[in-house]
Nanobody, 117 residues
């Protein structure tokens, strides 16, 4: 059974930090591109950051470059999103995605991140 379980969300003040985790099981994590997406109320879900298999390449949304870092641990089958200097506009539900092109595409249930004073 495939599972992607996000954790680490919560309420944080502007300028604060959070680290999101996504624990994966049921598929070949090490062969998968892992990504974080987010969806704010009334907006479409969009890519925040992605990391290819073996961590060879990373991609970031322009507005989070220099503040967020995606990483992966292929032993723990976990992908992380370190979020620093958080802003109110980062408030959203954050989703983890694991995919291998033309083979599978899995999503987690999401974790809420709220940046507010």
């Amino acid at each position: 059974q495939v599972q992607l379980v996000e954790s680490g969300g919560g309420l944080v003040q502007p300028g604060g930090s959070l680290r999101l985790s996504c624990a994966a099981s049921g598929f070949t994590f090490s062969s998968s591109t892992m990504s974080w997406y987010r969806q704010a109320p009334g907006k479409e879900r969009g890519l925040v950051a992605a990391i290819t298999a073996a961590g060879g390449s990373t991609t970031y949304l322009d507005s989070v470059k220099g503040r967020f870092t995606i990483s992966r641990d292929d032993v723990k089958n976990t992908v992380y999103l370190q979020m620093n200097s958080l802003k109110p506009e980062d408030t959203a539900v954050y989703y983890c995605r694991g995919r291998r092109r033309n083979e599978y595409d899995y999503w987690g249930q999401g974790t809420q991140v709220t940046v507010s004073s």
